[in-house]
């Protein structure tokens, strides 16, 4: 019998990867999106005949039974959220209706429609915020540091008492930053790759950031999506951090890009402290023995690797 997916969130970075992910291993792909005025399926335009799209919002718990009760997938991963920590401080309440709400709307809906559901959520390493423990596994106590982080927070734990409460298939991955080329522009990694790419095509002369000493585990977002697909796969549902376990600082992201490049970041790197976030989180690095050790699961694809990766993509497509 043929598997049916759905993937909410599916147009962004790690929906693309694990819609790609899930066809070749012969899925049938179904992925949710909201009704915008600015549609954007650069990320999936390759594999959008292969895929169904639905409209749908994690703000309407009747668009996702009716989604659900069409398509009876037997697993659902909720990508979905309003992911981006700089903008949960301007728009907090928007935040915690779409990242925190919007998985319980989600989880209820498959409690009603189809129990035997399995169900993937995206937690993440912001959760952890002020950190109790370096590094972070499953049993680090949360205290996040952003509207983000306390909503997702909120999502982290609703899937945990739909799993124990209604004995629903609900599992969370405890993701920490992944990257790719198709990371979004607004994320500090790609907005100094595809800067350095800029840069080299004499189309800016300087990239302007905030924190340099800000460390972050940055790992490979097609190694994560694999991840959340083997978590799936599991006899029961439990919880994982995913992780490369090494840490990296802004200044060392500028120092890879830039030397891909040939040049020399400290002549093109200006900061600006309004670029700060009003609260910084620790030293994030996360701990993912127990991924290793229960899913088999590891990183492939390494920090220098990763980054020199995303600057060759950027100067093919800003040389064009």
């Excluded at 049916?4 to 147009?11: P, Q, S």
């Excluded at 012969?26 to 594999?47: C, K, P, Q």
């Excluded at 790759?193 to 800000?214: C, E, F, M, P």
């Excluded at 900061?271 to 996360?286: C, F, K």
Aim: hydrophobic share 40%.
């Amino acid at each position: 019998m043929t598997k049916t997916a759905l993937i909410t969130g599916i147009t962004g970075q790690d929906g693309s990867y694990l819609a790609e992910l899930l066809l070749d291993k012969g899925y049938n792909v179904v992925g949710m999106m909201r009704r915008s005025s600015t549609l954007n399926f650069e990320r999936i335009a390759h594999i959008q005949d292969k895929i169904t799209l639905v409209s749908g919002d994690l703000l309407d718990e009747a668009s996702l039974m009716a989604i659900l009760r069409e398509h009876r997938p037997n697993e659902v991963y909720n990508l979905a959220a309003q992911s981006f920590v700089q903008t949960s401080w301007s728009q907090p309440v928007l935040t915690g209706e779409t990242t925190a709400m919007g998985v319980t709307r989600l989880l209820d809906a498959i409690r009603m429609v189809d129990p035997e559901t399995r169900f993937y959520q995206a937690s993440t390493s912001e959760m952890f915020g002020k950190v109790h423990e370096v590094p972070q596994s499953e049993t680090t106590p949360f205290y996040p540091r952003s509207p983000y982080g306390v909503a997702k927070v909120y999502g982290h734990w609703i899937t945990i008492n739909y799993r124990e409460s209604y004995g629903l298939y609900s599992t969370s991955g405890i993701l920490f930053n992944h990257e790719s080329p198709r990371r979004g522009l607004e994320f500090v990694t790609r907005k100094v790759t595809y800067g350095v790419a800029r840069i080299v095509n004499g189309l800016q002369d300087k990239i302007v950031l905030g924190n340099l000493d800000s460390k972050r585990d940055w790992g490979y977002a097609v190694d994560y999506v694999q991840a959340m697909w083997i978590m799936l796969q599991q006899d029961s549902p439990e919880d994982f951090v995913i992780s490369t376990g090494e840490t990296h600082s802004v200044r060392e992201l500028c120092e890879v890009a830039f030397a891909r490049a040939g040049l020399d970041w400290q002549k093109y790197v200006e900061v600006d402290e309004r670029l700060i976030r009003p609260a910084e989180v620790d030293l994030l690095v996360g701990d993912s023995s127990k991924a290793k050790r229960v899913l088999d699961w590891e990183p492939r694809v390494g920090f220098n690797e990763l980054i020199e990766m995303m600057v060759d993509s950027d100067l093919r497509l800003v040389s064009g």
